[in-house]
């Protein structure tokens, strides 16, 4: 398997990440459900404004995912597979095509999350990749950035 098809397996099989923010100027790491947007690519998690790391996105939109396959994939933990996706995360404007569409993808992934929507407090954000760092097992390491890695997300 390509690192690329190792990527997308690993992203496409999980479905929530830690979500790292600068928060106060410290580090700070949450729990975050997420769709994949092949076609950006991007990430698409749906979050409430009482959470600080939606506060933290605000005034510092680079952000990290964390996103590790399960445990019954290696007893030794180093030797599960992850990645660190590196990016941007940007609040996606409601009443519109953009936000239409992550929330019909993020509804395609987590269909009890529709009564979530109705609340106002919560809302869409994009996380757009800059870089992933991907550790396929024990001493596995690769970098993915540019068009290898939209490639790779896009399941290309």
């Given at each position: 398997?390509?690192?690329?098809?190792t990527?997308?397996?690993?992203?496409?099989?999980?479905?929530?990440?830690?979500?790292?923010?600068?928060?106060?100027?410290?580090?700070?790491?949450?729990?975050?459900?997420?769709?994949?947007?092949?076609?950006a690519?991007?990430?698409?998690?749906?979050?409430?404004?009482?959470?600080?790391?939606?506060?933290?996105?605000?005034e510092?939109?680079?952000?990290?995912?964390?996103?590790?396959?399960?445990?019954?994939?290696?007893?030794?933990?180093?030797?599960?597979?992850?990645?660190?996706?590196?990016?941007?995360?940007?609040?996606?404007?409601?009443?519109?095509?953009?936000?239409?569409?992550?929330?019909?993808?993020?509804?395609?992934?987590?269909?009890?999350?529709?009564?979530?929507?109705a609340?106002?407090?919560?809302?869409?954000?994009?996380?757009?990749?800059?870089?992933?760092?991907?550790?396929?097992?024990?001493?596995?390491?690769?970098?993915?950035?540019?068009a290898?890695?939209?490639?790779?997300?896009?399941?290309?």
């Amino acid at each position: 398997m390509t690192d690329g098809a190792t990527l997308r397996a690993l992203i496409v099989a999980q479905n929530v990440a830690a979500l790292g923010t600068l928060h106060r100027g410290e580090p700070y790491v949450s729990m975050v459900p997420y769709a994949l947007d092949e076609e950006a690519p991007q990430f698409v998690i749906h979050v409430s404004a009482l959470a600080p790391h939606t506060k933290d996105m605000l005034e510092h939109p680079r952000v990290s995912l964390l996103i590790v396959a399960p445990e019954a994939q290696a007893a030794f933990p180093q030797a599960r597979a992850r990645a660190t996706v590196q990016g941007d995360a940007e609040p996606l404007a409601r009443f519109t095509p953009a936000y239409a569409r992550a929330k019909a993808l993020y509804l395609a992934r987590f269909a009890d999350a529709a009564d979530i929507f109705a609340l106002p407090d919560f809302s869409l954000y994009c996380i757009r990749p800059r870089s992933v760092r991907l550790i396929a097992g024990f001493a596995q390491a690769v970098s993915l950035v540019g068009a290898s890695l939209a490639k790779a997300l896009r399941g290309a």
